[in-house]
Every structure is written in structure tokens, then in C-alpha cells.
């Protein structure tokens, strides 16, 4: 029972490092030098990063 209350601990402090604004946007530059942008999707996203990346955030945060 501890050790699932530890990795719940350990989410709960992680978990909001993901959706960090900072954190997304390099995310997105990461994937973008490895050769993602090629891709149809991610060239799509591209085209409105500022408010894909924002909403990504929102998402995140909101779990859903």
C-alpha cells in the first residue's frame, strides 16, 4: 500500500512539469530538429503553434 501512495506522491509533483509552458515549447523544438516536421500532423500544427501549444497546456492541466 506505501508504494502505491509514493508513485501517487511522486505524480502529483511531476505531472505539472509536463504541461509547463516551457517545458512544452521545447518539447515541440525536440521533436521538430527530430525530424517530425515533415510529417503532415505536426506541419499542421505548426501552422498556429502559439495557440496549438496553449491549448495542449490547457488540456494537460485540465486532464482531460
Known amino acids: 500500500m506505501m508504494r502505491y501512495t509514493i508513485v501517487i506522491m ?4 511531476l505531472y505539472p512539469l ?3 509552458p516551457d517545458n512544452l515549447w521545447q518539447a515541440w523544438r ?3 530538429r527530430g525530424g517530425k516536421r515533415k ?3 505536426v506541419a499542421g ?3 498556429d503553434l502559439e495557440q496549438n501549444l ?3 497546456h490547457e488540456e494537460l492541466a485540465d486532464q482531460t
Do not use: G, K
Open 39 to 41: 510529417w503532415p500532423s
Open 30 to 32: 525536440a521533436a521538430r
Open 10 to 13: 511522486v505524480m502529483e509533483h
Open 18 to 20: 509536463i504541461y509547463d
Open 45 to 47: 500544427f505548426e501552422v
Open 54 to 56: 496553449y491549448a495542449l
